[in-house]
């Protein structure tokens, strides 16, 4: 009795062993080579994994005018097993899977950030994309309707032969970019989008401030010139510029942080502030001939001309010949309409020029003023 029932035993643990054991790595099936594509919208970042079978079956038989209609049906069709009707695994094998990092919207409709099935109902003129909360099945052959989190209607296309599935993001934007399925000579394309990009990095820049890079006076002013760059959240713009004067271990009043900080009062339309802040900043002993230079562009291109032209005139003050002194000149000169005065720096400028880029610019500079048209007109 003892014997038998250690047999038993021995048997069962011999199972649960078996059971426990991690399976081989083997060829996907039916050839179908796993494939990810993954496309960053803003901060949000959007990853594709599936299986790509291709037009030629694993036997030979070339599948082309075979696929769609056929090899994947149209519409909710038998899945072969379990007497189950679904849709398309769009790919193979495993559940195709859409991960997106943050909410973003597909083809203008909500779906959170998370990881989900990709499934589709192909159709002659009409798709439905299916993203399910279920993204750890097999193919379809467990879908269940239930566990949708978001359906869209999209228009197929005809395209370029492609022998592999693959899915590709074209039509690239800043906050948004098209993801096509394209397989033999179909495409199936559907938009999706960050309803804020901007809104996004703020939010991201906020909460990143509270870390490690809080501790750099840089990544403030980044911070403050982001909110610029972008024209909004100037009140939190200007807290972060003060954090990259003055806080404490951390803050320095140079030219950049100051010049910073002068932006953001203009956009406030405290110009008062903004004017004596920056006349602090060009007399500060470390800021340095280029950075003066390009303040002043940042007049000229506000068409404060004689503004500008003062600044150019104090950076020759404190730098004499050094370039970009004399770019600066010519530039403030011509818009001012003194073409003479401005050829004589522009001539100057272009014994100095550094690079091939700043010469060929400035040798433009020099033909349009001897034309008697203004520099500045022409970049």
């Given amino acids: 009795m003892r014997r038998t029932i250690g047999f038993v035993l021995t048997g069962v643990l011999a199972t649960a062993a078996l059971a426990a054991a991690q399976?081989?790595?083997?060829?996907?099936?039916?050839?179908?080579?796993?494939?990810?594509?993954?496309?960053h919208i803003g901060l949000a970042k959007v990853t594709i994994e599936y299986s790509s079978p291709r037009v030629l079956s694993p036997t030979?038989?070339?599948?082309?005018?075979?696929?769609?209609?056929g090899l994947v049906p149209y519409g909710i069709h038998d899945l072969g097993f379990n007497e189950r009707r679904g849709p398309w695994r769009?790919?193979?094998?495993?559940?195709?899977?859409?991960?997106?990092?943050?909410?973003?919207?597909?083809?203008?409709?909500?779906?959170?950030?998370?990881?989900y099935g990709l499934h589709m109902i192909a159709g002659e003129r009409e798709w439905t994309i299916i993203f399910s909360k279920n993204a750890s099945s097999w193919g379809s052959f467990s879908y269940d309707e239930a566990e949708d989190a978001l359906r869209v209607r999209v228009t197929p296309e005809k395209a370029p032969y492609r022998e592999w599935l693959s899915y590709e993001?074209?039509?690239?934007?800043?906050?948004?970019?098209?993801?096509?399925?394209?397989?033999?000579?179909?495409?199936?394309?559907?938009?999706?989008?960050?309803?804020?990009?901007?809104?996004?990095?703020?939010?991201?820049?906020?909460?990143?401030?509270?870390?490690?890079?809080?501790?750099?006076?840089?990544?403030?002013?980044?911070?403050?010139?982001?909110c610029l760059?972008?024209?909004?959240?100037?009140?939190?713009?200007?807290?972060?510029?003060?954090?990259?004067?003055?806080?404490?271990?951390?803050?320095?009043?140079?030219?950049?942080?100051?010049?910073?900080?002068?932006?953001?009062?203009?956009?406030?339309?405290?110009?008062a502030e903004a004017r004596e802040l920056m006349?602090?900043?060009?007399?500060?002993?470390?800021?340095?001939?280029?950075?003066?230079?390009?303040?002043?562009?940042?007049?000229?291109?506000?068409?404060?001309?004689?503004?500008?032209?003062?600044?150019?005139?104090?950076?020759?003050?404190?730098?004499?010949?050094?370039?970009?002194v004399h770019v600066g000149l010519a530039?403030?000169?011509?818009?001012?309409?003194?073409y003479k005065s401005a050829l004589r720096h522009a001539e100057i400028a272009l014994k100095q020029a550094p690079d091939a880029l700043n010469k060929k610019s400035l040798q433009e500079a020099v033909m349009r003023l001897k034309d008697g048209k203004d520099m500045n007109a022409g970049g």
């Fill in 60 to 69: 030979g038989e070339d599948r082309r005018g075979k696929i769609w209609g």
């Fill in 90 to 115: 769009a790919g193979a094998n495993e559940n195709t899977v859409f991960t997106v990092s943050h909410p973003v919207k597909v083809q203008g409709q909500a779906l959170p950030a998370g990881r």
């Fill in 279 to 324: 006349a602090r900043a060009l007399d500060l002993p470390g800021a340095q001939p280029i950075e003066i230079h390009q303040y002043g562009r940042r007049l000229l291109a506000q068409g404060q001309k004689a503004e500008a032209l003062a600044v150019f005139e104090k950076n020759q003050k404190r730098f004499g010949d050094q370039w970009p």
């Fill in 229 to 271: 760059q972008q024209n909004r959240n100037m009140e939190e713009a200007l807290r972060w510029a003060d954090n990259a004067i003055a806080l404490p271990f951390v803050g320095q009043p140079n030219f950049t942080t100051l010049s910073t900080k002068a932006q953001v009062l203009e956009k406030l339309s405290r110009t």
């Fill in 23 to 39: 399976s081989v790595t083997l060829p996907p099936g039916g050839n179908s080579q796993k494939a990810s594509v993954t496309q």
């Fill in 331 to 338: 530039r403030g000169h011509s818009a001012m309409g003194d």
């Fill in 169 to 226: 993001f074209t039509e690239r934007k800043p906050d948004s970019a098209t993801v096509a399925l394209e397989w033999e000579e179909l495409r199936v394309p559907f938009t999706v989008s960050v309803e804020d990009a901007a809104g996004l990095y703020i939010d991201n820049l906020r909460n990143e401030l509270r870390g490690q890079p809080g501790f750099s006076w840089q990544n403030w002013d980044a911070a403050a010139q982001y």
